[in-house]
């Protein structure tokens, strides 16, 4: 059987796997459903509709699946709610907000490591074993890719796309697609690219080498970027050339390079 602290508060349709723990003056209201191995710690509040798979952890603070920060919304509709999925890990006062969608939910990945304050706002779309330090704000809509590392203070733009391996340097600011691989070190300016991350993911040396081609048509190259597309297009063939390059083409808000904010 779960087991529950004598102070939380349980109420709705809650389904606990037998081996969820829930810790002193936690609040569960709703649909929601927690997978074997979850832990709330203290103080943690879960409003549904509200999934969460297995083996993650809430600590003191955490406000989960609560309504969007937009005052066009009602509060009390529910919407598409919030899916969390498994191995993942909320530090203390983590804030994650529900879909205004009906048909998709807010959802966060698995493995992903939020650490304290940090905030993932309505519809926001969050991959697989990614690092999101302190005070790291993803505004509504915002996209993050897989493997995806964060500064403390990293800032993203509603509707902004964030592409798999990506690094965002502490205090940076996204108003703008970060590419793949591409590493941010201030607002809208890429800086190099992810290399380590590359390293340590397995990639071969030939895949980095791509990616540092592909780094230099987009970031280091002065021609219209209509012409740097065109150079992409050619390097065109490979799994990761033809994945950068359909990021780079359904962008809506353009891409950071390095020239201008």
């Not at 709330?40 to 549904?48: I, S, T």
């Not at 340097?169 to 691989?181: M, N, Q």
């Amino acid at each position: 059987m779960p087991k529950i602290h004598p102070t939380a508060v349980l109420h709705g349709e809650i389904d606990l796997a037998d081996d969820v723990e829930i810790g002193p003056y936690c609040v569960l209201n709703g649909r929601i459903r927690l997978g074997a191995g979850c832990g709330l710690v203290a103080n943690v509040h879960l409003q549904g509709t509200l999934a969460v798979g297995a083996g993650t952890t809430f600590y003191p603070g955490c406000a989960i699946g609560f309504a969007p920060q937009d005052k066009g919304f009602p509060v009390h509709k529910e919407g598409a709610g919030t899916v969390i999925g498994d191995g993942n890990m909320f530090r203390e006062h983590v804030t994650i907000h529900r879909a205004t969608r009906d048909d998709r939910p807010t959802r966060i990945g698995d493995r992903i490591y939020f650490m304290a304050c940090s905030h993932a706002g309505h519809d926001v779309q969050v991959g697989n074993d990614c690092v999101i330090a302190n005070n790291t704000l993803f505004a509504g809509h915002a996209e993050i890719g897989d493997r995806v590392v964060t500064g403390g203070g990293a800032g993203v733009h509603q509707f902004v796309r964030i592409g798999r391996g990506a690094m965002l340097g502490g205090l940076c600011g996204a108003s703008k697609d970060v590419c793949p691989f591409f590493t941010l070190s201030a607002t809208n300016y890429i800086c190099g690219f992810n290399r380590i991350g590359m390293k340590r993911g397995g990639f071969s040396s030939a895949d980095i080498d791509l990616v540092r081609e592909m780094y230099g048509i987009v970031v280091r190259s002065r021609l219209p970027f209509s012409q740097r597309v065109a150079q992409l297009e050619k390097l065109a063939g490979s799994p990761l050339a033809d994945e950068f390059l359909a990021f780079v083409k359904a962008s809506k808000r353009g891409v950071s390079t390095r020239h201008g904010r």
